[in-house]
């Protein structure tokens, strides 16, 4: 969110001071500080790279940890040609999935956890060609998605705890806009493994894994 303060510049008057320019002076100084302080934080960038090639993906929890609306992000992971197309897809919590399927075979998707949390594991059950299967991902972390009918078949979603996260490029590359300044526990999800650091967002800030 970006929030511009005006500063206005006080003409001097010509003649001395007076008791009701002071008055007004003040009242002129206590509202800019009411601004700031009833004023978000300036919103800045992180970005960085993550080294050793693959996709990853990078998502931002911020310390201490704060409630985010909901997200209305509407995203879709396909199966087609015996694959999950993408193969990666971040997503902040709260968001559903629309798995479809766009082979002439039956798919059968299931996770058997949640970051490891084994409560967390789900069956979606079978959908023929043509169908389609939605599900809300309420928790973070990474989860695994596997198909009970193809071994071969696998894809990795992220679940954000914030809505400040991005996927690596090809080079490894990412970005985070509109990022508020303060502290986040960046975390780096790569083929279901993470890395986490502490990060301090202060101007553009640049954070490499
Ligand atoms: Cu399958």
Not at 41 to 68: D, N
Not at 79 to 95: A, D, N, W
Not at 183 to 203: E, I, Q
Request: glycine share 8%; aromatic share 8%; hydrophobic share 40%.
């Amino acid at each position: 969110m970006f929030i511009s303060i005006c500063r206005h510049t006080r003409q001097s008057s010509d003649g001395g001071i007076f008791l009701k320019e002071i008055t007004l002076v003040k009242h002129f100084f206590v509202l800019i500080a009411l601004l700031l302080l009833s004023s978000f934080a300036v919103a800045e960038k992180l970005s960085g790279v993550v080294q050793g090639g693959g996709p990853s993906a990078v998502v931002l929890e911020p310390v201490p940890a704060k409630a985010f609306p909901p997200s209305n992000q509407a995203v879709t992971i396909d199966q087609r040609g015996l694959k999950f197309v993408p193969t990666l897809m971040v997503i902040q919590q709260g968001t559903t999935v629309e798995f479809k399927n766009s082979d002439t075979v039956s798919h059968n998707i299931f996770w058997p956890n949640i970051s490891g949390d084994k409560k967390l594991g789900h069956n979606l059950g079978t959908a023929a060609s043509g169908q389609s299967q939605k599900f809300k991902f309420t928790a973070p972390g990474n989860i695994s998605v596997l198909c009970n009918i193809h071994p071969e078949m696998s894809a990795n979603i992220v679940v954000s705890p914030s809505s400040y996260f991005a996927q690596t490029d090809a080079t490894g590359a990412f970005s985070i806009n509109d990022v508020p300044e303060g502290t986040y526990k960046a975390t780096v999800w790569r083929k279901g493994k993470a890395t986490t650091v502490n990060v301090t967002v202060k101007g553009d800030t640049k954070l490499n894994f």
